[in-house]
Nanobody
Framework: QVQLVESGGGLVQAGGSLRLSCAAS????????LAWFRQAPGKEREFAAG???????YYADFVKGRFTISRDNAKNTVYLQMNSLTPEDTGVYYC?????????????????WGQGTQVTVSS
């Protein structure tokens, strides 16, 4: 059984940075697509960033060059570096793994999810 565990969330002031991590266990994920989604209070879960097995990266428009997704297959870990944070970035951030196929922006196609980590950006 695959488990994804996120960490690195917290409270930060506007303009600050956070680095989220997601460690996978139960399988080696080097051949899998990985993604970060976020969910703000009262809103649907939305795609933020993704990275496929060939290290190609994809970002939502709202990222606007502020976030960077990366992966370390030796550590079975995916990261999300978030810079220039704004209060609109507040929400729960989830990592997701897709067993077969490349990164896609729809949450429903991912097979495994972490429990989420809270990110709160104060103004």
């Amino acid at each position: 059984q695959v488990q994804l565990v996120e960490s690195g969330g917290g409270l930060v002031q506007a303009g600050g940075s956070l680095r989220l991590s997601c460690a996978a266990s139960g399988r080696t994920f080097s051949s899998n697509a990985l993604a970060w989604f976020r969910q703000a209070p009262g809103k649907e879960r939305e795609f933020a960033a993704g990275i496929n097995s060939g290290f190609s990266t994809y970002y939502a428009d709202f990222v606007k060059g502020r976030f960077t997704i990366s992966r370390d297959n030796a550590k079975n870990t995916v990261y999300l570096q978030m810079n220039s944070l704004t209060p609109e970035d507040t929400g729960v951030y989830y990592c997701a793994l897709r067993v077969v196929g490349d990164v896609w922006r729809q949450a429903g196609i991912y097979d495994y999810w972490g429990q989420g980590t809270q990110v709160t950006v104060s103004s």
